[in-house]
């Protein structure tokens, strides 16, 4: 799923809902309506899910080289089944998840909270769709209200995305040529490891 098919998806439903409207079927739409609301707020915590696990799970390859430990590791105990522990849904707050990567990594997302009102509204619409993903989900599905338009949980999303899209940035951001990092090792520490050599390929260490 991408950013544009949720665009996609939004204005086939508001076509279709127009279209009911226009010909006077009032019941059809209010029901189609209804539907949409639920199914959309479904399908954008399903991308932001695809989209965070998919971070967390790329760490590995951008900063330790694709170790095979780390990256079933993570795959195992960070990754599967995990998102919802991320965040605190009920509380609406992404401290968590910022804990997750160091207390530098978290102090860093707290000052760009203070200090930028946009980011904490993206932040905001993030956890406020993916709460409300979890009540529909978890609630009955069929009688749950969204007390949403599309229109508002639209604009929520695209706000949304500015926290997604930072995430990304600041966890896998562009490897410079030539330095420590790109190996996946703290400078001066490429070569060795406990005496050992690195086999590339396997991520075994050698004597």
């Not at 009032?26 to 399908?43: C, E, G, H, P, T």
């Not at 490897?175 to 406990?194: F, I, L, R």
Request: glycine share 6%; aromatic share 12%; net charge negative.
């Amino acid at each position: 799923m991408s950013v544009a098919a949720i665009e996609a998806f939004y204005r086939g439903n508001v076509e279709l809902i127009e279209f009911l409207l226009a010909n006077e079927q009032l019941s059809y739409a209010s029901d189609a309506a209804d539907n949409f609301r639920r199914s959309l707020v479904i399908a954008i915590g399903s991308f932001f899910e695809g989209e965070i696990s998919d971070i967390v799970r790329q760490l590995p390859f951008h900063h330790a080289n694709g170790n095979a430990f780390l990256t079933s590791l993570i795959e195992r105990k960070a990754v599967s089944r995990q998102y919802h522990t991320y965040f605190d849904w009920e509380n609406s707050s992404a401290n968590s998840f910022f804990s997750m990567f160091g207390a530098e990594y978290k102090a860093a997302c707290q000052r760009k909270l203070n200090d930028e009102p946009s980011f904490k509204s993206a932040v905001q619409a993030f956890l406020s769709l993916g709460a409300t993903r979890n009540q529909i989900a978890h609630k009955n599905y069929v009688s749950f209200n969204v007390d949403k338009t599309p229109e508002d949980i639209v604009k929520e999303f695209r706000q949304a995305l500015t926290f997604v899209e930072y995430v990304r940035a600041s966890l896998l951001p562009p490897k410079q040529p030539n330095s420590a990092e790109q190996s996946g090792y703290p400078a001066g520490g490429a070569q060795n490891n406990a005496g050992g050599s690195r086999d590339s390929e396997s991520g075994r260490i050698s004597p």
